[in-house]
């Protein structure tokens, strides 16, 4: 493999085996996730790259654009190879403003997941993620009428593996006695874990847990320490973000996002960057929670 190529390490979501470093689709819509990209050539290219370097794990949902990343994927990458996994969310829609809206009752999700179908060219979805929390936090409550849903429309034959997106630990213990789970997507990244012992706890069951925002929440005096590790390392913060999640648990997906080739392969790189000892203490160190 040369450098800059995905290798190595995998996990498995069900019966699908994904390698640890995948790619987030959110910035491939227009600016923050509504309407179409400013270069759409760029974006199928970015796509085709990702695969290229041996990603086989793309996440998606209908509501980025909406419909346009899932329209743009498979403008790119369809028909799709046998080993790539599609990966989606459903839960929210977006009004003319861009505004997100949640969108969990049943009927609303059933259209959704044939929207999905329709958008990316498939037959059956890989793995649907059930969206319930707000934008990087939890919402409080019961989940079981979206997901039991969610497992009828599995029932049905029009998604494999399903999983949760933004949800506590009671709310993942909840959908697990309706149907299994295969992936939790919640926020964390260095600064912010309030998922540790979450993250552990999935670990031991043998599901995927995928962090969105690498670098969200990090006050300035955080960012300069992630940046003076960085620099110190030869590398980019983000390389260096990703490398510490893959560090962390060997069940952490990453699905970092760009709408550049270049900055790709700066995130793909991050699956041959080993932190050391005094590196991982630093950046333990600046913990938020």
């Not at 994904?18 to 819509?29: C, D, I, P, T």
């Not at 320490?225 to 110190?232: D, S, W």
Request: aromatic share 6%.
């Amino acid at each position: 493999m040369t450098s800059g190529t995905v290798h190595g390490e995998t996990f498995p979501m069900g019966d699908l085996v994904v390698g640890r470093m995948g790619y987030g689709a959110m910035q491939l819509a227009g600016p923050h996730a509504f309407g179409p990209p400013a270069d759409r050539d760029g974006a199928v290219a970015v796509l085709r790259q990702a695969v290229d370097l041996g990603i086989n794990h793309i996440d998606t949902a209908d509501f980025y654009g909406p419909y346009v990343t899932n329209e743009i994927i498979k403008e790119a990458l369809h028909p799709y190879r046998s080993d790539l996994h599609v990966v989606t969310k459903v839960g929210s829609v977006r009004d003319a403003e861009g505004n997100w809206l949640k969108a969990l009752a049943p009927e609303q999700l059933r259209q959704a997941v044939h929207d999905n179908l329709d958008h990316l060219g498939l037959d059956v979805l890989d793995v649907v993620n059930l969206r319930v929390g707000g934008f990087d936090r939890p919402t409080p409550g019961s989940i079981s009428e979206p997901f039991a849903a969610l497992a009828q429309l599995q029932q049905e034959g029009l998604i494999k593996h399903l999983g949760l997106s933004t949800v506590n630990a009671e709310q993942i213990a909840e959908a697990q006695s309706i149907a299994p789970i295969v992936c939790v997507q919640n926020f964390y990244n260095i600064a912010n874990r309030e998922d540790d012992d979450l993250i552990d706890a999935l670990a031991a069951q043998g599901i995927a847990y995928v962090p969105y925002f690498p670098l969200g929440g990090f006050s300035p005096l955080q960012s300069d320490v992630l940046n003076g590790v960085a620099k110190r390392l030869g590398n980019t913060p983000m390389a260096v973000a990703l490398a510490w999640l893959l560090q962390r648990s060997p069940n952490i997906l990453l699905i970092p996002g760009t709408s550049s080739v270049a900055h790709l392969r700066q995130n793909v790189s991050a699956t041959a960057l080993t932190l050391p000892e005094d590196a991982l203490a630093e950046l333990n160190a600046i913990s938020a929670g």
